[in-house]
């Protein structure tokens, strides 16, 4: 599976972004999907994973209520629309797909820079 973000940019505090990620191959509904980030100087960290078919998603305290997720499993895609945006949501945004969440041993994007200016 090959993965590709896009859809940074630069952001005003309070301002919303919608990420896409563009997955390859047929077996793309059989993935569990996760969006991960790692700011400037910080480990990576978990953001949000959606299940297979869409219809759950466990996202991370601190973008609850702000981030929404989403999947097209028809068209491959995956979606991150985030609204109400903090500088401390500055990062590189990654796309990532595993079987049972399982991401080290997944697959990942090259990710895609948002930057939330103050």
């Known amino acids: 599976v090959q993965l590709v973000e896009s859809g940074g940019g630069l952001v005003q505090v309070g301002g919303s ?5 563009a997955a390859s191959g047929r077996t ?27 219809s759950k998603s466990y996202p991370t305290d601190s973008v609850k ?18 609204n109400s945006l903090k500088p401390e949501d500055t990062a590189v945004y990654y796309c ?4 049972s969440s399982k991401w080290s041993s997944g697959y990942w994007g090259q ?8």
């Open 111 to 118: 990710g895609t820079l948002v930057t939330v200016s103050s």
């Open 65 to 82: 209520g702000r981030f929404t997720f989403s999947r097209d499993n028809a068209k491959n895609m995956v979606y991150l629309q985030m």
């Open 17 to 21: 972004l919608r990420l896409s990620c």
């Open 28 to 54: 793309f509904s059989s993935y569990t999907m996760g969006w991960f980030r790692q700011a400037p100087e910080k480990e990576r960290e978990f953001v949000a994973a959606i299940s297979r078919s869409g």
């Open 96 to 99: 990532a797909a595993a079987y």
